[in-house]
């Protein structure tokens, strides 16, 4: 089953949209998404190898919340 992974951060918690657009290219995500929304398991995989140490090296804070919910649909 398919999940809806929305990450949030606190305002003023380091994460902009410049920040977000910095760590996406770093990581070449534009254009290349990761098929992390395939189980909270493959999520929390890609957090820790992938994303979370790209976050570092970039200084950019973790979320402060994450949810996983079920996809029912999607295109």
């Excluded at 606190?10 to 290219?25: H, I």
């Excluded at 929390?44 to 079920?70: C, D, H, I, M, W």
């Amino acid at each position: 089953m398919s999940v809806l992974i929305v990450s949030e951060w606190e305002p003023g918690a380091g994460m902009t949209t410049e920040s977000y657009w910095r760590l996406t290219d770093d990581m070449d995500l534009r254009d290349h998404l990761p098929e992390v929304w395939t189980s909270p398991e493959a999520h929390q995989r890609f957090l820790e190898n992938e994303l979370g140490p790209a976050s570092a090296a970039a200084g950019v804070p973790g979320p402060t919340k994450v949810s996983v919910l079920p996809l029912i649909r999607h295109f």
